[in-house]
């Protein structure tokens, strides 16, 4: 997941709310969301990915019924639920209540695209990590039976006192193993670029190849300043651009160059999602959310749009 900022109270969501409409009245100058530093790109063909949602944490308190219906109405194609928020879809669901699951979204037109687990696999003890790659296998399982393409799981930085590249093989030994089971059920492995030095788009360049299998890719997740090397991300995502499953994005007008962001995805024919995670709204009520949702649509449409 994204490095995310404190909550925020209604006044201060209404006035960031006005903050991104502003944003998107000017959206189409070529500065905007953009450091000075950085090269422009030229711009290649229409967009052919869509705008998600993951329930980390905006919607982590809305229940299924709710994400689906909530998703339909402001047009969102897909959505990511999170481990331990209060839709409940979690590995220890029964048989009837996976086909449920599954059925609510087979009859919805929103895609259930992954399950967000907070798998890992860096950590220094190796019971440990046993643990969460079983975690991670009976989320392939979960993802299977409710339809879902994929799993997310992560690194959460470096262990202290440990080789670095020591635990890079580590984890895409890790990874490996999740890779092989998850790919007989047609569920894939998105490694979210997390953590402290891990998710550096160089490292994770790393464990991607640690890890050495075609069903593990990576959830680019729009870290700033991580993933920048002069202003610039394009050295970054061109370094992982291969592995690219999934994308994570949030706030829209903070200083990450989102359109870069978007032109590249263009540029590497991407046609998945892109997922909003923004931070959670404290204080907000829901029709709050949705009007803020509203407002990121719009200046998503204007800064991924050729």
Request: net charge neutral; proline share 5%.
């Amino acid at each position: 997941m994204a490095v995310m900022n404190h909550g925020m109270n209604r006044r201060q969501l209404l006035g960031r709310s006005a903050a991104v409409l502003a944003a998107t009245a000017t959206a189409n100058a070529s500065a905007l969301s953009q450091p000075a530093s950085a090269p422009a790109l030229s711009e290649p063909a229409p967009r052919r990915f869509k705008l998600g949602l993951v329930t980390y944490n905006l919607a982590k308190d809305w229940d299924l019924p709710t994400i689906i219906r909530n998703c339909t109405d402001l047009g969102l194609a897909a959505v990511e639920l999170r481990t331990s928020h209060k839709h409940g879809v979690e590995p220890t669901m029964t048989v009837d209540q996976r086909k449920e699951v599954r059925k609510r979204f087979a009859d919805s037109p929103v895609v259930l695209w992954g399950l967000g687990s907070t798998c890992q696999y860096h950590e220094a003890d190796p019971a440990a990590v046993s643990r969460n790659v079983e975690t991670t296998k009976r989320f392939a399982q979960l993802a299977h039976d409710v339809g879902a393409r994929g799993v997310k799981v992560r690194p959460n930085g470096f262990p202290k006192g440990i080789d670095h590249e020591r635990t890079i093989e580590q984890i895409g030994r890790a990874l490996r193993t999740c890779g092989e089971a998850s790919a007989r059920l047609g569920v894939e492995i998105w490694v979210e670029a997390h953590g402290a030095e891990t998710c550096s788009p160089a490292n994770m360049r790393k464990i991607m190849e640690a890890a050495d299998h075609p069903n593990v890719g990576v959830t680019w997740n729009s870290n700033y300043p991580c993933d920048l090397v002069d202003g610039s991300i394009r050295p970054g995502f061109d370094c992982l651009a291969q592995y690219v499953r999934s994308v994570h994005i949030n706030e829209l007008v903070n200083p990450y160059p989102y359109r870069d962001l978007f032109t590249l995805l263009r540029m590497h024919d991407y046609t998945r999602y892109t997922l909003i995670e923004a931070q959670a709204l404290n204080g907000a009520d829901q029709e709050d959310a949705l009007r803020f949702i509203r407002y990121y649509i719009a200046l998503w449409n204007a800064l991924s749009s050729a």
